[in-house]
């Protein structure tokens, strides 16, 4: 569990905010009515509440600030050295000193402010002296503002510390710059390092958390470490030096045996000969990274000589002191972050070496002596000189078998991939599952074009019984169309049909280019009434011509017209005689002109129908389907109006609470808007 958690710390505020955070307090949370009538002990406890009040909020902020940022001495050295690289320990305890100070001048402040406002003998000057308290107090915290500002950025680059545990488990990745110290965590932990070809990629300390016999081991990405003095090292090196100087952890030096990282055997081996004083006491593992561009065995003699003195080195590493040197079967270890050779036995090496050094320190402590008569190991013994073999279904074994022998003989893309080129070179073919009559066709280049006609739209496998069918269908559609005499070109007409043709094909036109005129016009020309047509298009003459032409008498429907036109110049309506007729005690009615009274019985008022009455093209079964759905309208239209919607798309959402009739005097008390 990690001891130390700096994103709980809370924010420090500027020294302007502080000052307005604290008076705003004192002013909601004192009374704020004081008359001069009062008595002057009650004038002198009113302010004294207030300078009180104030000094306690103040001693409240500044010792939060002071008691949740961390003692350097008083926790882990790991923590203590990082801090002081970071951020410079004199300057953090001269901040934190100085808030402390603050908080004393602020308690002495108002201790002396409450000894004169026991003595003040009217309102005015207690009033005066509870502003100069408070003046003093505020000066004293303006004063230390830089120190505020300066704990606040602390404060903000603490919290995006990595969360380690200096007590548990941990790996320790360590080496030259662009060695593949990232790239090894990646893939070991879930963690998701930046990776880049150039040095110094990373600049802090990276956190990852990876699982090795049921225990959480936490690896710790360390940056890059150049081989030079101590006191040149930055600040970006100094975070791996304190890493490796206070975590008990087991330690992987990476040695890139390509030198494509840009530093050679020899400059890796003397920055691992500077700094293996660190390594005491640890678990050290020298790993060479890279061996996809450079096998270990590759690598000159001198460069061999050079990683054989490494290894001597770190066999010396002790797990206690006192001890001997380890054995060497996981201290010198190669793999590629690349292809991922041997990473995970990299992993498991580090780990085991760590898990047997802390069971061996345990086993040395004196706490193990108290535990172990508490422990019996039971060892059972043979009863008889029989073997007992385990006993494996041979079901079983086949089945093993037969997965084994599959993983060994399927290749997947990624193999084939690998084997020929890698990625950009090895292109994958889709061809090879096809299912065909012959195998040799699956890489058969299929034309795109033949003959002028695409291919593709030919790829049918019934396209031979198809194409019968559509042959044979088009022989019964010519048959049928030789059968047929009538043809719309002239030929089979007579001279007057082709003329009547002609001129309705021209007249056709004709209408079609008026109807293209008036519509590109419609919009910019006026609409006319008929009995402002100058032109004489619509005249009774000129349809009697036309009527007469198609062989209809037009004295009838001329005779109409002129009725209408008669009876729409004034002439009131008179009673119908259509009620007469159904209505046998209808009074008779003398009608004066001849003319009216033909007219007046020629023609009958419409009756007005209920509004259920189906009337015939509305689509209604019959009434009571028109009743049902005219109620459905009016409900349905209920809402709408109710809201004053003027239709079904009107979704205009009004402003219901205007802003100008709503928003006014705050009520006491109220600061949202601060």
């Known amino acids: 569990m990690v001891q130390y958690n700096f994103k709980k710390i809370t924010v420090v505020p500027k020294g302007k905010d ?6 705003s307090r004192t002013q909601r949370q004192t ?4 008359h001069k009538g009062y008595a002057i002990s009650r004038l002198r406890q009113f302010y004294m509440r207030k300078v009180k009040y ?3 909020n103040f001693h409240e902020k500044l010792s939060t600030i002071v008691d949740e940022f961390p003692r350097l001495d008083g926790i882990h050295p790991f923590y203590g050295d990082l801090l002081h690289v970071l951020y410079n320990k004199d300057h953090y305890k001269l901040a934190l000193g100085q808030i402390n100070t603050a908080r004393n001048l602020i308690s002495k402040i108002a201790k002396d402010y409450v000894k004169l406002l026991k003595y003040g003998d009217s309102l005015y000057r207690c009033k005066s002296l509870k502003v100069a308290a408070l003046g003093r107090m505020c000066t004293v915290i303006k004063r230390i503002g830089p120190s505020l500002a300066y704990l606040e950025q602390i404060r903000q680059h603490m919290a995006r510390l990595p969360s380690i545990d200096p007590n548990t488990r941990t790996v320790l990745i360590c080496g030259y710059p662009n060695v593949g110290k990232s790239s090894f965590i990646n893939k070991i932990t879930r963690a998701d390092v930046d990776v880049q070809p150039y040095a110094f990629t990373t600049k802090s300390l990276f956190v990852g958390h990876t699982d090795y016999k049921y225990l959480r081991y936490q690896v710790i990405d360390t940056p890059g470490i150049l081989d030079r003095p101590f006191e040149d090292r930055n600040i970006i090196e100094m975070c791996s030096i304190t890493a490796l ?9 990476f040695l890139d045996v390509s030198g494509s990282c840009g530093y050679s055997i020899a400059q890796q ?6 700094i293996k004083s660190l390594f005491m006491n640890k678990p050290l593992t020298i790993v060479c990274n890279k061996t996809d561009l450079q096998p270990l065995e590759g690598i000159s003699e001198e460069d061999m000589k050079l990683v054989m003195e490494m290894k001597s080195e770190a066999m010396k590493t002790l797990v206690a002191q006192g001890g001997e040197a380890t054995n060497d079967a996981d201290v010198l270890l190669t793999m590629s972050t690349l292809t991922e050779d041997g990473v995970i036995a990299v992993k498991n090496a580090a780990c085991e070496r760590l898990l047997n050094q802390r069971v061996e320190l345990k086993m040395k402590s004196k706490k193990i002596n108290d535990c172990l008569n508490r422990f019996h190991v039971a060892m059972p013994k043979p009863r008889d000189q029989r073997e007992r073999p385990p006993c494996i279904p041979q079901a079983v074994l086949e ?9 060994e003989k399927r290749k997947t893309e990624k193999d084939l991939e690998d084997e020929n080129g890698g990625a950009g070179v090895y292109s994958a073919s889709l061809k090879k599952n096809y299912i065909l009559a012959n195998d040799e066709w699956k890489e058969d280049v299929l034309p795109e074009i033949l003959d002028g006609h695409n291919v593709y739209d030919f790829i049918d496998p019934d396209i031979l019984q198809r194409l019968e069918e559509l042959e044979s269908e088009e022989g019964i559609r010519q048959a049928e169309e030789g059968d047929e005499d009538f043809e719309l070109d002239g030929e089979e007409l007579t001279p007057e049909e082709k003329e009547a043709l002609s001129e309705i094909r021209k007249k056709k036109s004709l209408l079609i280019q008026e109807h293209r005129m008036k ?11 008929r009995k402002f047509d100058k032109d004489r298009k619509f005249t009774t003459k000129r349809m009697g011509r036309q009527l007469s032409a198609m062989g209809v008498d037009p004295s009838k429907a001329i005779t109409r017209l002129r009725e209408r036109s008669l009876s729409r110049k004034g002439r009131k309506r008179e009673r119908s005689t259509d009620r007469e007729h159904d209505g046998g005690d209808a009074m008779d009615v003398d009608q004066p002109n001849k003319k009216l009274r033909l007219r007046s019985t020629s023609r009958s008022r419409s009756r007005s129908r ?5 009337v015939p093209g509305e689509g209604f079964k019959d009434s009571v389907q028109k009743n049902k759905a005219l109620k459905l309208f009016k409900n349905s239209a209920k809402k709408r109006n109710k809201d004053a919607r003027r239709g079904e798309a009107d979704r205009v959402i009004p402003t219901l609470k205007p802003k100008h009739l709503f928003s006014g005097k705050r009520s006491i008390g109220k600061t949202e808007r601060r």
Do not use: C, M, N, Y
């Open 31 to 34: 009374p704020t009515v004081v």
């Open 269 to 274: 081996a003397a920055l691992f000969h500077s």
């Open 519 to 529: 519509k590109s016009t419609a919009e910019s020309r006026p609409t006319v009434p």
């Open 245 to 253: 100087a206070h975590l008990r952890a087991a330690v992987l030096f």
């Open 18 to 23: 502080f000052i307005d955070i604290i008076l």
């Open 610 to 614: 209920p509004p259920g009455e189906v």
């Open 399 to 407: 089945a093993k078998a037969k997965e084994a022998a599959e993983k």
């Open 54 to 56: 104030t000094q306690s």
